[in-house]
C-alpha cells in the first residue's frame, strides 16, 4: 500500500524568506502523480503543485517548486518569497496513475508566516 | 470560480445519532468523493461515487455508512449510528474525469464533534 509522511507538523519562515517542505513517500507502482494541497484556514483544499512520476524536470508555479527525487522518493515544496498569504496547512499527496482515483495523503505541514 | 460547498460547517452529535453531511459538487463534474481527517491524523480516502453507485470504498466506511445523490446537486453522507471516533473532519471532493489530468476540487469540509 502507498504511504505519505510529512515530518514535519509545523514550520515558520519570516514574509520574504524561502522555506522548504518535506515529504516523502512509499511505493511499489511506477505511475503516478504527488502534489501539494494549501489548505487556509476554514477554506477549501487547494492544488498548489502537481509532478508526474515520469517527468524528470521538477515542477514550478511562480513561487512554488518542488524537488522530486523519484528514486529517494522525495517530494519536497519550496515556496519563495513567502507572503502572509502562504500561511496555511500544506498536505502533500499521492495518487496512482493506473490502479484508481483516490488520493492518499500525508498528515499535513502547517505553515506560519512571521512579520 | 466554482467551488464545491458543504454544510454545515460544524455538526455536533451525541453518540448512536445519525447524522446526515452534505456537499454541492461542481455542477458539471461527474464523479464524486468524501474524506475524512482524525485530528492530527491523515487525511484518508472513504469512498467514491459515480453515476449513482458507490465506485470504491476504503475499510473505514463499513455498513454505518452510506452515500447518496439524491436530486443531482446535493452529495450526502450519512452514518447511520455515530460513534465518538467517527468525530474528524469530512471532506467532500468533485472532479469531471477519473484520470489524473482531471483535478479534485475540495470542500471546506464539516467538522463532525461526536459527544
Known amino acids: 500500500a502507498q504511504t505519505v509522511t510529512q515530518s514535519q507538523p509545523e514550520m515558520s519562515v519570516q514574509e520574504a524568506e524561502t522555506v522548504t517542505l518535506s515529504c516523502t513517500y512509499d511505493t511499489s507502482e511506477s505511475d503516478y502523480y504527488l502534489f501539494w494541497y494549501k489548505q487556509p484556514p476554514s477554506r477549501q483544499m487547494i492544488l498548489v503543485i502537481r509532478q508526474e512520476a515520469y517527468k524528470q524536470q521538477n515542477a514550478t508555479e511562480n513561487r512554488f517548486s518542488v524537488n522530486f527525487q523519484k528514486a529517494a522518493k522525495s517530494f519536497s515544496l519550496k515556496i519563495s518569497d513567502s507572503q502572509r498569504g502562504d500561511a496555511a496547512m500544506y498536505f502533500c499527496?499521492?495518487?496512482?496513475?493506473?490502479?484508481?482515483?483516490?488520493?492518499?495523503f500525508g498528515k499535513g505541514t502547517r505553515l506560519h508566516i512571521l512579520p | 470560480e466554482p467551488e464545491v460547498t458543504q454544510t454545515p460547517s460544524h455538526q455536533v452529535t451525541q453518540m448512536g445519532q445519525e447524522v446526515i453531511l452534505r456537499c454541492v459538487p461542481i455542477?458539471?463534474?461527474?464523479?464524486f468523493y468524501w474524506y475524512r481527517q482524525i485530528l492530527g491524523q491523515k487525511v484518508e480516502f472513504l469512498v467514491s461515487f459515480y453515476n449513482n453507485e458507490i465506485s470504491e470504498k476504503s475499510e473505514i466506511f463499513d455498513d454505518q455508512f452510506s452515500v447518496e445523490r439524491p436530486d443531482g446537486s446535493n452529495f450526502t453522507l450519512k452514518i447511520r449510528s455515530t460513534k465518538l471516533e467517527d468525530s474528524a473532519m469530512y471532506f467532500c471532493?468533485?472532479?469531471?474525469?477519473?484520470?489524473?489530468?482531471?483535478?479534485?476540487?475540495f470542500g471546506p469540509g464539516t467538522r463532525l464533534t461526536v459527544t
Open positions: 499527496a499521492y495518487r496512482s496513475e493506473t490502479s484508481d482515483d483516490k488520493i492518499i
Open positions: 471532493a468533485s472532479t469531471l474525469g477519473r484520470t489524473t489530468s482531471y483535478e479534485q476540487y
Open positions: 455542477s458539471n463534474h461527474l464523479y
